[in-house]
């Protein structure tokens, strides 16, 4: 009980040096809260998701069939501007010829002239060609049903289409029900990369520091064995992750409105995630012997982890090679719990293989480090 | 001048001795540009995503759930999804656990309702944790249910007479009775094959640039954006690890020992600002030559370049001249640099797109060199001069230096 009770006052003695500095604060919760507003912002308004897509249309068409389309193409979250000549700036852009209407009175063939500004979102592209084909097989639905009849005449009295086959979309039943923002995909990710960068940083210099400065050294004439300063460096920096997390997720919930799913599984998982990293910022800061190298290292390995494990983009859009070489991320392994717990509200059960696998890291981490662990240079 | 160059290769030869955290600073530009090309670089076989894994459920097994279920069969569409067809209690467990994009179900009596021309409605069910693919995979639904509305509707009539047939024994189907709507259908299916072999109406689609826009856009052409960003950001790092001397001698008493030989202050000043100049050129240096052998990076004429990098290295190791004489000590170097260096690189356009920034952002931006060295880097791509980014670099790194030298001269006497 002693041994616990030394161990966690040089923990906390350690946390309280580290949250005394000036900069603690910027680097665990200004910088963060930083990244997420701004990342935040770019991914809400940003190329990939525009909440409207733009289409320009340049009707040069003498008759009454280009007006007569441009209401076809017409859909929920499609702006269409029709103009009479091309302008200079657009994002994508449709031409109906002068003899739009001649050729499809006239049952001619004709290909229209679609451009898409290259730089533009193909996301967006990909909406408004969707919508230009629905439009097409509505117009010639209609046609087949008018017959052979003359087609000069169809527009003053036509059989109009109707929407026969819906589509419904929702999400999986006991999941969400609303679009999740924003916020919801950068905070767990700003935080687990933070978590890395900032625990393997802080963590690794000061273990570092107190070695080559003799503190570690001098602890050893206290009843603590080499052992109890491993642990207590150990518990010390894994303390300080989770107090990052903490602070980033009360920062989320609270001008955020980030929901994190079942808020005591989420901070499991930040938890063991956290202690893989403290146990990899006591192996670094063993290791090396240098400010610099630590900070190299720790961006190095934030970033690959980071980018590897989805913290900066969804998975989704990755090539099938780099998804699978994602696996070595543990920063993987904690978002792709987060997201069970967050976006499809699950338990205890979803997220256990997760746990089971940072766990893992964690233990072979620590005895790494434990091994590498020394108390003088 | 002699003792400035001595210090100068003394520095020179210690840094190149102990180079690993230098090499692990040029690395991670190296390997963040190599990943977000990776992954955002257009592909090889033309498409932007990958294939997007789809269950379909077919509660209906009729004649018209199987066609839809073909219809993702068609070659293009073979290459955009990963169909697998399943039943409702797997497909449920499967979207339960993240392993599709999309789940599409197809409802009872799909083909029954379709013959009588009566609404029906089919089921995309969307994984929650993506948010790009599962949109996709419901605007193909889409497209599909108009066209399948279309059919129905235009041969409304006919599929009406198949369907009450369809409810009686098969020796007492009145098969010859099925002779009129045959031929009605015919009739249909001759004059919709006018409008759908050629499709009467179809697109000619092609990519446009802005006035003044390069030719298409490839691989090679987003690391060639990617990889200035990235190394002026990682520029600012390793000449912040160099100019760091300056406290570090001070701190353990080598400056003092310095001192004691003729060496004077501005020399030892000039050597530190001249050895981070000259560094941060031969680290630019080594990126350029890794960028263009790895990635195949296109930098522009490269004496434009040169100068650009030179400038930019000069504007570095003079603010963190300035920097490391303004404060205390190590650790408040340390604690300043890199919340400064991180707060250029994002405002600047290092970690983002500029164009996907916000706009008071970008104006902040201005403010960094990161955005002047990646918007000259970008003119001299496209074979100009990037005089702008030269003067505005110059003219704030020579005042930074002014700044510097006595600040520094004050702190360098003993």
Not at chain 1, 267 to 288: H, Q, R, W, Y
Request: net charge positive.
């Amino acid at each position: 009980m002693r041994r616990l009770k030394r161990i966690l006052h040089v923990a906390g003695n350690d946390l309280r040096i580290m949250v005394g500095d000036k900069v603690f604060f910027f680097w665990t919760l200004a910088f963060p809260v930083l990244f997420i507003v701004l990342f935040g912002l770019v991914f809400r308004a940003g190329d990939n998701a525009p909440p409207v897509a733009e289409l320009t249309v340049v009707n040069l068409d003498q008759g009454r069939w280009g007006s007569y389309f441009i209401e076809k193409i017409k859909a929920p979250g499609l702006a269409v501007t029709a103009t009479d000549k091309e302008p200079a700036e657009y994002s994508r852009l449709l031409v109906l010829p002068a003899d739009f209407s001649a050729k499809i009175e006239a049952r001619r063939d004709q290909a229209l002239a679609f451009k898409k500004r290259s730089g533009a979102s193909t996301k967006a592209a990909a909406r408004v060609e969707t919508r230009l084909y629905q439009a097409i097989a509505r117009v010639l639905s209609e046609l087949v049903l008018y017959g052979e009849g003359d087609l000069t005449k169809f527009l003053d009295g036509h059989p109009e289409f109707r929407d026969i086959v819906r589509v419904e979309s929702r999400f999986p039943a006991k999941t969400i029900t609303v679009v999740p923002s924003g916020y919801d995909h950068t905070i767990p990710g700003t935080t687990i990369q933070f978590i890395m960068m900032m625990v393997i940083i802080y963590g690794g210099i000061t273990v570092m520091e107190d070695r080559k400065k003799g503190v570690l050294g001098r602890m050893l004439f206290s009843p603590l064995s080499t052992g109890d300063v491993f642990q207590a460096k150990l518990l010390g920096r894994w303390s300080m992750g989770l107090l990052q997390a903490l602070m980033l997720f009360a920062v989320g919930k609270a001008f955020f409105k980030l929901d994190l799913g079942s808020v005591p599984l989420a901070l499991l998982v930040i938890a063991v995630f956290a202690l893989a990293m403290a146990a990899l910022s006591v192996f670094i800061g063993s290791l090396c012997t240098k400010e610099d190298m630590i900070i190299g290292l720790a961006v190095l390995l934030a970033n690959i982890f980071a980018g590897l494990g989805g913290c900066w983009w969804p998975n989704e859009i990755v090539p099938p090679a780099v998804r699978k070489a994602a696996m070595i991320s543990p920063a993987y392994w904690a978002m792709d719990a987060l997201h069970k717990l967050r976006f499809f509200q699950g338990g205890w059960g979803d997220v256990l293989p997760h746990l089971g696998i940072l766990l893992a890291l964690a233990i072979v981490l620590a005895a790494v480090a434990a091994k590498s662990f020394r108390v003088r240079d | 001048m002699r003792r400035l160059r001595l210090v100068l290769a003394n520095d020179v030869r210690r840094h190149l001795k102990a180079p690993l955290a230098i090499l692990i600073y040029m690395a991670v530009p190296l390997f963040m540009t190599g990943l977000i090309g990776v992954i955002f670089g257009p592909r090889t076989e033309g498409r932007e995503l990958p294939s997007i894994p789809v269950l379909v459920v077919d509660n209906d097994k009729g004649l018209a759930s199987k066609l839809l279920v073909g219809a993702f069969d068609a070659d293009q569409l073979k290459k955009m999804f990963r169909v697998t067809v399943t039943d409702e209690a797997d497909g449920n467990r499967r979207m339960a656990g993240g392993k599709a994009s999309a789940m599409v179900v197809i409802p009872r009596s799909f083909t029954l309702d379709l013959l009588e021309a009566k609404p029906v409605t089919l089921l995309v069910v969307k994984n929650p944790a993506e948010q790009f693919l599962p949109d996709v995979v419901e605007e193909f639904m889409n497209t599909l249910a108009v066209m399948l509305s279309g059919v129905v509707q235009a041969f409304a009539e006919e599929v009406k007479g198949v369907r009450a047939m369809l409810d009686l024994k098969v020796d007492g189907f009145p098969w010859e009775a099925l002779g009129p709507q045959f031929g009605k259908a015919q009739k249909k299916v001759v004059a919709a094959s006018k409008y759908l072999n050629p499709l009467l109406i179809r697109f000619k689609t092609e990519e446009t640039k802005a006035a003044g826009a390069g030719a298409s856009f490839t691989r090679a052409d987003l690391f060639s954006i990617i990889l200035p960003g990235m190394a002026v950001m990682f520029l600012l790092f390793i000449v912040q690890t160099l100019m760091r001397d300056i406290i570090s001698e001070r701190e353990d008493g080598k400056l003092r020992r310095m001192m004691t030989t003729p060496l004077r202050p501005i020399e030892l000043i000039g050597a530190r600002i001249f050895g981070g100049w000259v560094m941060g050129i031969a680290v630019l240096l080594v990126m350029v030559a890794a960028g263009t052998l790895v990635f195949r990076v296109h930098w522009g004429p490269f004496g434009y370049f040169l100068v650009l990098g030179a400038v930019a290295s000069f504007w570095t190791a003079a603010f963190f001249a300035l920097l490391h004489a303004l404060v205390r000590n190590r650790n408040q170097a340390g604690a300043l640099s890199a919340p400064i260096i991180l707060a250029f690189s994002l405002f600047g356009g290092s970690m983002m797109n500029p164009e996907a920034m916000p706009k008071a952002m970008l104006a902040v931006g201005v403010l960094t060199p990161n955005r002047w060295f990646i918007d000259g880097a970008a003119l001299v791509r496209e074979g100009r001069f990037p005089l702008a980014s030269l003067v505005v670099l110059f003219a704030s790194g020579l005042v930074l230096l002014a700044l510097a030298v006595p600040a520094l001269r004050r702190r360098t006497s003993v």
